[in-house]
């Protein structure tokens, strides 16, 4: 068996082979890897460097005494840095898994999105977690900054989880477990000593006791006075030694730093206004320490050298022309895209390569676009060889121009003067130059438009790597072109074309090479790679619902989201069938389906009446060992459900009051405050609502003093997406009403487009209650979002709080503005009138643009839209119109409103005298308008009925009647009767949008 032990110095023997120092741990409490200076210094600045060691990673917060299973206040990481990024770190990292004795061709190791940032050091970085049989064993990350400092050249950073990895080598369910080393060897005969050397020495053994004291330490008996204290002394000692031009040692203060502020956190002795003021302190001395270690490194010469650039790359020659049509290829071929950026980047290749071709004369069939996690593919059926000559008119000055003009622009064309013609343009006569332009073959024609696609693309949040000219959401690694059998002359930065293609990394020839165009897809289909995301997505599904049938099902439309991801996930899906113990069926139906969808991308299975089996699938990327690989699914699985159950006991057990005190501790924004202070925002404005609906309830005051208790659990610590969910559970289960669990719980609703909607009026208040303070106290302190930039889903909570307003009648009386203005009443800063205006027309906008995707016209959504502050009214006037734009009662009094609207002089008036009106039409119009009742409110049929006895004295009005008299008294009289017949449906609608 592999030991712990020996695990730590076999990863430390391979990565020496590569050519890596090794140094020691941090001899102060860190807690991560990167803290140590070897690489929080050293991937600064221009030097190559490249280290292993191990770390023991010290988070009080994670301190459990030792009785978690899988969480421990000091745990071991093995930690790599490689500067710069040698251009095949994955390879050089699973042949690190080889060297544990993992077999990765039988396990399922896979990339899988994870982008890493540490805002107290300034830094951040992407890349990926690394699963091995759906247990996540390693942090891979591409450095891009630290210490506020972008990072040039690029590090990569790999930092093992060792525990982690050996409780899976060695089937252990409980890190106490783990053997660490296989004995001391010592005379058999003593006592007891035997054993120990037999089966070999513990982690428990060895660490179980200080993990408990440390934990106790941590969790009950650390001063809080003597911590803030010893907080306050190291920053001024790293802030006398930055000054003092020392930056190792001030480095090594600004991490006591940080470990005394961890310690004073575990013991609850965090405000938020604390968490902000030290995160921003520790930001500053990190970003400090950085600043000053490049400039010592800079004055020093760079003792270890210098990073020097990759070389561009040389083009292949350009191949002999052709003359028949040919397929083209094109492969960009990536590391692990995230599933999102897959899906963008296709669209993206799809769009440009089709407007490139579009630019040159070549003959093509229409552009296909494949993608997997690892390339994108460009396939066109068929490309000409050639492209036809082309004779171009060049157009110069105007006849009769100076004979200077025209000479230069004969020279320019290169061209002698008397050969220039004349072309009419805009009916003026011009000198114009006619070139014969020869066609350009394939090749050398498509060699810049597929360069371009590759320039061009760009993630939402994009890297940078070895190469110096790209830019992308994860390095690109190799370039296909194909044109026939001909290599298209491609070269982008350091990359250039070939015929070469990669393979499963498990497969016996990772990187072959593709003899045609024609023959590319079929190589990947051999080598088990499914270009296509529509053929995989229905691999899976099949696959799925062979592996569960016939005891289960999969609900293919309730999972489309995570098998729409999976899709991109894996390029050659296996699907397999796991199994968990049934007991795990006793957690609430929302904590199972979480861990199994958000941790695991499981899909889960149901029976036929749609309750939980105790099974699951899971998609492994290509050909693995089915019964190794399920066995450890079922272990990751086993060990989360544990986690959740430890979890789900310890908040059973915790008063409500208790669990809302924590959100004092929780921060919601540094401006903003606490949960605490965000709850009881929350609670208030939902009783001032009520109070002013005449909504006001036992059930309502109740849910409001809990509202968002369980943020204070330690489940929805861990799995936020269970907020309310497990409000609604705990509540149930300290004894609270039903129906104040249910309004709790609903307060959370809705959580993303097309969720449940609140169903109880105190529910739905305090959904409301809860998005008006989050819309208005962002956009007071970091704005509405603009752009595709939205981090705190303030669109989100503007669709919720639209989508509530419009599911209840009850709530239509409340003008969402009058709720922001309540709102900005409450938060903690300042929210001026214009910040307010610029809410409610976010609201507006969105509210135009959920009526419009909803199918509804434009004309009607844009009239109806004066009332966007009462959705609800929106809707009614809405479904109104439907009906009444074919009564011709309406009709013609619309049309009559929309007529005086534009006859009127703007400013006009409303009112008259009725003593100066003398004809017959006019008169009778007078007599119908004073005998209208304006009673009708926002009602369009009430106003329809109260209107309709004015159609026909309006239409002999128009007919009859000449408005603008001679006569100032009489024109003056006859505008303000039309003006009172405008004025009859102002804020009703805004009637110039409407068309009829």
């Not at 895209?337 to 899906?343: H, K, N, Y």
């Not at 980047?345 to 003959?363: F, I, M, N």
């Not at 009214?873 to 005086?900: E, H, K, S, Y």
Request: hydrophobic letters at 45%; aromatic letters at 6%; proline letters at 7%.
């Amino acid at each position: 068996m592999l030991t712990m032990q020996d695990a730590l110095a076999r990863l430390t023997a391979y990565w020496t082979a590569q050519g890596c120092l090794t140094v020691q741990p941090m001899n102060t409490e860190v807690g991560a890897g990167t803290l140590n200076p070897a690489t929080f210094l050293r991937v600064l600045g221009p030097e190559p460097w490249r280290v292993v060691y191990v770390e023991p990673s010290v988070r009080p917060d994670d301190s459990r005494y030792g009785e978690n299973p899988n969480r421990l206040q000091t745990h071991t990481q093995l930690q790599v840095i490689l500067k710069p990024d040698p251009g095949n770190p994955q390879e050089l990292y699973l042949g690190s898994l080889e060297a544990l004795g993992i077999d990765i061709r039988a396990h399922d190791v896979r990339f899988v999105e994870d982008n890493w940032a540490s805002p107290a050091l300034g830094a951040w970085g992407l890349g990926w977690e690394v699963w091995l049989d759906g247990l996540e064993i390693t942090q891979f990350t591409y450095f891009q900054q630290a210490g506020g400092l972008n990072l040039e050249p690029v590090s990569v950073e790999i930092t093992y989880g060792i525990e982690r990895i050996i409780m899976a080598l060695q089937d252990k369910t409980h890190f106490k477990e783990i053997i660490y080393a296989p004995g001391i060897s010592v005379p058999s005969e003593g006592p007891g000593i035997g054993n120990v050397a037999a089966k070999g020495i513990s982690y428990g053994e060895v660490f179980g006791q200080g993990e408990y004291e440390m934990s106790r330490y941590y969790l009950d008996d650390a001063d809080v006075a003597a911590n803030r204290q010893l907080l306050e002394i190291y920053a001024a000692e790293a802030q006398r030694l930055i000054d003092a031009g020392l930056p190792v040692p001030a480095h090594t203060y600004v991490l006591k730093c940080s470990q005394a502020f961890n310690v004073l956190d575990s013991r609850g002795a965090v405000s938020t206004a604390d968490r902000a003021a030290e995160f921003a302190r520790m930001r500053r001395l990190a970003g400090d320490v950085a600043r000053l270690w490049v400039a010592r490194r800079d004055e020093q010469g760079h003792p270890l050298g210098l990073v020097e650039a990759l070389p561009p790359a040389t083009a292949t020659a350009t191949p002999a022309a052709k003359t028949s049509p040919r397929a083209l290829i094109f492969e960009i071929g990536t590391e692990e895209l995230p599933p999102a950026e897959a899906r963008s980047a296709r669209d993206y290749v799809q769009r440009a390569l089709t407007e490139g071709l579009s630019g040159t004369r070549l003959e093509h069939d229409e552009v296909r676009v494949f993608a997997t996690p690892r390339r994108l593919v460009a396939l066109v059926a068929s490309v000409a060889a050639q492209e036809p000559d082309h004779l171009r008119q060049v157009r110069g000055p105007k006849v009769g121009a100076p004979a200077k003009a025209v000479e230069g622009f004969a020279r320019g064309q290169g061209v002698p003067v008397d050969q220039l013609e004349t072309a009419l343009y805009a009916e003026a006569e011009h000198h114009v130059a006619r070139k014969h332009e020869a066609g350009g073959a394939a090749a050398e024609v498509l060699a810049p438009v597929l360069a371009k696609v590759v320039t061009g693309l760009r993630g939402a949040k994009n890297m940078r790597w070895n190469d110096p000219q790209l830019s992308f959401s994860r390095p690109i690694r190799w370039l296909t072109a194909l044109w026939g059998d001909d290599v298209v002359p491609v070269a982008v930065g350091t990359l250039a074309a070939g015929r070469q293609t990669r393979l499963l990394r498990t497969a016996s020839e990772p990187i072959v090479q593709v003899a045609s165009a024609e023959t590319f897809m079929e190589t990947l289909a051999l080598a088990g790679i499914v270009a296509d995301p529509e053929d995989r997505h229905d691999l899976i599904v099949t696959g799925a619902q062979d592996e569960v049938y016939p005891e289960g099902r999969i609900d293919v439309a309730g999972e489309s989201a995570l098998i729409e991801q999976i899709t991109y996930l894996v390029e050659a899906p296996t699907p397999l069938l796991g199994t968990f113990d049934e007991s795990y069926l006793s957690l609430p139906d929302a904590v199972l389906t979480t861990v199994m969808r958000k941790h695991q991308r499981y899909l889960p299975v149901r029976d036929a009446s749609g309750a939980l089996l105790p099974m699951f699938v899971t998609v492994a990327n290509g050909p693995v060992d089915v019964e190794l690989v399920r066995t450890g699914n079922e272990a990751v699985l086993r060990a989360r459900y544990e986690d959740a159950a430890f979890f789900y006991r310890a908040d059973r057990n915790t008063p409500l009051p208790d669990m809302r005190e924590r959100l004092s501790r929780l921060t919601f924004t540094d401006k903003l405050g606490s949960m605490a202070d965000r709850s009881g925002r929350i609670a208030a404005l939902a009783t001032s609502l009520a109070d002013s609906l005449g909504l006001s309830s036992a059930t309502l005051g109740r849910a409001a003093r809990l509202v968002k208790f369980d943020l204070g659990s330690q489940l929805v610590t861990e799995m936020t997406s269970l907020a309310g969910v497990m409000a609604r559970d705990y509540a149930l289960h300290a004894g609270e009403p039903r129906d104040v669990a249910q309004a709790v719980y609903e307060a959370e609703l809705p959580r993303n487009t097309g969720d449940d909607l609140p169903a109880s009026i105190p529910g739905a208040l305090l959904s409301l209650a809860d998005r008006l303070d989050l819309v208005t106290g962002l956009a007071a302190t970091v704005g509405l979002p603009t752009g595709s930039s939205d981090p705190f889903a303030v669109r989100r909570a503007v669709l919720g709080l639209l989508a509530v307003h419009r599911a209840h009648p009850a709530l239509s009386g409340l003008s969402l503005l009058d709720g922001l203005r309540s709102a900005a009443a409450q938060q903690p800063v300042p929210v001026p009138a214009t910040v307010l205006d610029s809410a409610a027309e976010f609201l507006a906008r969105r509210l135009e643009q959920a009526l419009t995707e909803e199918g509804k016209p434009v004309d009607r959504i844009r009239a109806a839209l004066p009332h966007h502050a009462r959705p609800s009214v929106v809707d009614t006037l809405l479904t109104q119109l439907d009906t009444l734009v074919g009564n011709p009662d309406f009709v013609a009094v619309a049309a009559a409103i929309q007529r005086a609207r534009r006859i009127l002089p703007p400013g006009t008036r409303a009112g008259y005298d009725p003593s100066v009106l003398t004809e017959p039409a006019e008169l009778a119009l007078h007599e119908a308008v004073a005998g209208v009742k304006p009673t009708w409110g926002a009602d369009l049929v009430a106003f329809t009925a109260g209107v309709e006895p004015l159609v026909e004295p309006l239409a002999r009005f128009f007919d009859e009647v000449f408005v603008m008299a001679e006569e100032p008294a009489l024109r003056a009289a006859r505008l303000g009767l039309l003006a009172t017949v405008r004025d009859l449906g102002e804020g009703l609608l805004d009637w110039p949008e409407l068309r009829l």
